[in-house]
């Protein structure tokens, strides 16, 4: 038993057997390599260089503020009790 179906034998292929002619066009020139970087790593480095000017100047932000108040801490018990009398309503 064969592995191909049967075809009648007038039937042709929808798809060409063979390649038709065709001219080649003639080969392209070469590219020439431009000197110097390429724009892709000029643009990395103004990426770089900015995100470095950005993270300088929050350091030296940071750096620099003075604390204006400090922060508020909890108070404390005096040490001779728990605290406030509770008996006296008078103080407040």
Same mark, same amino acid.
């Given at each position: 038993?064969?592995?191909?179906?049967?075809?009648?034998?007038?039937?042709?292929?929808?798809?060409?057997?063979?390649?038709?002619?065709?001219?080649?066009?003639?080969?392209?020139?070469?590219?020439?390599?431009?000197?110097?970087?390429?724009?892709?790593?000029?643009?990395?480095?103004?990426?770089?260089?900015?995100?470095?000017?950005?993270?300088?100047?929050?350091?030296?932000?940071?750096? !620099? #503020?003075?604390?204006?108040?400090? #922060?508020?801490?909890? #108070?404390?018990?005096?040490?001779?009790?728990?605290? !406030?009398? #509770?008996? !006296? !309503?008078?103080?407040?």
């Amino acid at each position: 038993m064969s592995h191909e179906p049967p075809v009648p034998p007038d039937n042709q292929s929808p798809y060409p057997i063979a390649e038709p002619p065709h001219e080649h066009p003639a080969p392209l020139p070469p590219v020439t390599q431009k000197e110097g970087p390429s724009k892709a790593l000029l643009i990395g480095g103004a990426i770089a260089a900015v995100g470095t000017a950005a993270l300088a100047g929050l350091a030296a932000v940071l750096l !620099r #503020r003075k604390p204006s108040d400090p #922060r508020p801490t909890a #108070r404390k018990a005096p040490a001779g009790g728990r605290g !406030r009398s #509770r008996t !006296r !309503r008078g103080d407040a």
